[in-house]
């Protein structure tokens, strides 16, 4: 089993950044790749950034490309979502995930979900 707790959601302006924290507790965390997704009211989840056990394999949506940054630190059993250059349309609720194999932008291939925190971003 693997617990995972999202955190540094909030509120901010169009243009500024925030940086989400996903803590992983359970099984080791360099044995899983995480991914990052997000739901908007009134929207399907969508697929936002994906990495693997050894951050060698990265993919991002599109429309996060540049502006948003996954990485992980395995010695803190932590992985992290770096969003710059924040947009009205980034606002959603953020979810971390993980799976115990390759990395996947189907968010039905992930095995575990934290709770999710919210990121709302005003014009």
């Known amino acids: 089993q693997v617990q995972l707790v999202e955190s540094g959601g909030g509120l901010v302006q169009a243009g500024g950044s925030l940086r989400l924290s996903c803590a992983a507790s359970?099984?080791?965390?360099?044995?899983?790749?995480m991914g990052w997704f997000r739901q908007a009211p009134g929207k399907e989840r969508e697929f936002v950034a994906t990495i693997s056990w050894s951050a060698l394999s990265i993919e991002y949506a599109d429309s996060v490309k540049g502006r948003f940054t996954v990485s992980r630190d395995n010695a803190k059993n932590t992985g992290y979502l770096q969003m710059n250059g924040l947009k009205p349309e980034d606002t959603a609720i953020y979810s971390c995930a993980a799976r115990f194999r390759a990395i996947s932008q189907n968010a039905g291939d992930y095995n575990y979900w934290g709770q999710g925190t919210q990121v709302t971003v005003s014009s």
């Open positions: 359970g099984r080791p965390f360099s044995t899983y790749a």
